[in-house]
């Protein structure tokens, strides 16, 4: 004869499977309930560590599942601006913020994918948006001053990242944000000066590394500029990089000088 499951049995069975197993016991339902709380948080920490088209993946399904959830929202949109999906990105964002309001992340990633859309007025609106939601977000702080050196108010630029830098000193990409809106700025030995602090922080990118290169180049120091750049690069393109510098140092010649040399 066959024996009938006990609850314990039908208890362990729910604990182990996402789908089924529906009781009217209470107890059992809120075994099932936590269980699959527990692998859907164990299954998004994976998906959080994997390439950026399975996580839009993820995400997407998520969203099809639940469209008003806050962290789903601010999940798959992230993802869908990660891979460059730029329109898709705003779509849901756009609806998400007509839920949820002034959310901040929703606002940032909103913000980050209008600047890299190039629609920077947009960019700009929705950053001053989250700075009166959350005046002391440093990230809404830094791509504000990103927008504003892309539209050429390098001083403004500037009083953002230093604003950033305030709420968090310790942001080696701001720090090296400002240091290029400096240069540009036509102050060189300040940018390098920071650029030198902003190599040695945690969390440092290569890409400081360059910009340093590119500043010490700038100065007209091109054998350290060789020398900086070659760390990350190829010497091919470090070369390349020292001609493009070096030709735009080079004093303008006029059509009187060419036909002096003919």
Same mark, same amino acid.
């Given at each position: 004869?066959?024996?009938?499951?006990? $609850?314990?049995?039908?208890?362990?069975?729910?604990?182990? #499977?996402?789908?089924?197993?529906?009781?009217?016991?209470?107890?059992?339902?809120?075994? /099932?309930?936590?269980?699959?709380?527990?692998?859907?948080?164990?299954?998004?920490?994976?998906?959080? %560590?994997?390439? =950026?088209?399975?996580?839009?993946?993820?995400?997407?399904?998520?969203?099809?599942?639940?469209?008003?959830?806050?962290?789903?929202?601010?999940? *798959?949109?992230?993802?869908?601006?990660?891979?460059?999906? *730029?329109?898709?990105?705003?779509?849901?964002?756009?609806?998400?913020?007509?839920?949820?309001?002034?959310?901040?992340?929703?606002? &940032?990633?909103?913000?980050?994918? +209008?600047?890299?859309?190039?629609?920077?007025?947009?960019?700009?609106?929705?950053?001053?948006? +989250?700075? %009166?939601?959350?005046?002391?977000?440093?990230?809404?702080?830094?791509?504000?001053?990103?927008? &504003?050196?892309?539209?050429? $108010?390098?001083?403004?630029?500037?009083?953002?990242?230093?604003? /950033?830098?305030?709420?968090?000193?310790? %942001?080696?990409?701001?720090?090296?944000?400002?240091?290029?809106?400096?240069? +540009?700025?036509?102050?060189?030995?300040? /940018?390098?000066? +920071?650029? $030198?602090?902003?190599?040695?922080? =945690?969390?440092?990118? =290569?890409?400081?590394?360059?910009?340093?290169?590119?500043?010490?180049?700038?100065?007209? $120091? *091109?054998?350290?500029?060789?020398?900086?750049?070659?760390?990350?690069? =190829?010497?091919? &393109?470090?070369? /390349?990089?020292?001609?493009?510098?070096?030709?735009? #140092?080079?004093?303008?010649?006029?059509?009187?000088?060419?036909?002096?040399?003919?």
């Amino acid at each position: 004869m066959t024996e009938r499951p006990t $609850r314990l049995t039908a208890l362990l069975a729910c604990a182990g #499977l996402i789908a089924g197993c529906q009781t009217t016991d209470t107890s059992n339902d809120n075994a /099932a309930e936590i269980a699959n709380a527990e692998r859907t948080e164990q299954t998004r920490e994976v998906v959080s %560590r994997s390439d =950026p088209l399975t996580q839009a993946a993820y995400w997407q399904g998520e969203y099809e599942k639940n469209p008003a959830d806050e962290e789903v929202i601010e999940a *798959f949109s992230e993802s869908l601006r990660v891979i460059g999906s *730029f329109e898709e990105a705003i779509d849901v964002l756009r609806k998400g913020l007509a839920v949820h309001g002034e959310d901040p992340e929703m606002l &940032l990633t909103a913000a980050r994918t +209008l600047s890299a859309m190039k629609r920077y007025e947009q960019a700009e609106s929705a950053y001053v948006r +989250l700075l %009166r939601v959350d005046e002391n977000n440093a990230s809404a702080h830094a791509g504000l001053g990103l927008v &504003l050196d892309q539209t050429g $108010r390098h001083r403004a630029a500037q009083d953002a990242y230093r604003a /950033a830098l305030a709420i968090e000193p310790e %942001r080696p990409s701001t720090l090296s944000n400002l240091a290029m809106s400096l240069a +540009l700025s036509g102050d060189a030995p300040a /940018a390098e000066n +920071l650029l $030198r602090t902003a190599i040695d922080m =945690p969390g440092a990118s =290569p890409m400081v590394r360059q910009n340093l290169a590119l500043v010490v180049g700038l100065q007209g $120091r *091109f054998g350290e500029m060789r020398e900086i750049g070659g760390k990350d690069l =190829p010497d091919e &393109l470090v070369d /390349a990089n020292v001609e493009v510098i070096q030709r735009m #140092l080079a004093p303008a010649r006029d059509w009187r000088a060419l036909e002096g040399e003919g």
